[in-house]
């Protein structure tokens, strides 16, 4: 059974970089039939997808976040990163790390298959 872990930290300041890891167990992140992406839910709104890392190592970014976002991984680690640059007290959001199948819209979050349990992120101004 799949199981995804968000680790960072919980209070940034506004200009820096927020960068969050998810550590996965019982799936492999190389496996050509799963997207893992970054996912965020600001107070009060609905969620927002903000990208994806393929299987492969390509990935893709929400147009509106493109400009100051990039994902990495550590395969060894099983581990993915969102780096999320230049925060405003706006990027303030429970963010998840999540799991979909090739195929699937990145933007239908109600159809990925698997979550983990999000990390609260607040920016101070």
């Known amino acids: 059974q799949v199981q995804l872990q968000e680790s960072g930290p919980g209070l940034v300041k506004t200009s820096q970089t927020l960068d969050l890891t998810c550590t996965v167990s019982?799936?492999?992140?190389?496996?050509?039939?799963?997207?893992w992406s970054w996912v965020r839910q600001p107070p009060g709104k609905g969620k927002e997808w903000i990208g994806y890392i393929a299987y492969s190592g390509s990935t893709f970014i929400n147009p509106a976040f493109q400009s100051r976002t990039s994902i990495s991984r550590d395969t060894s680690k099983k581990q993915f990163t969102l780096h999320l640059a230049s925060v405003t007290p706006e990027d303030t959001a429970v963010y998840y790390c999540?799991?979909?199948?090739?195929?699937?819209?990145?933007?239908?979050?109600?159809?990925?298959?698997?979550w983990g349990q999000g990390t609260q992120v607040t920016v101070s101004s």
């Open positions: 019982g799936a492999s992140i190389t496996d050509n039939v799963y997207y």
């Open positions: 999540a799991r979909t199948r090739v195929g699937v819209r990145a933007t239908m979050t109600d159809e990925y298959d698997s």
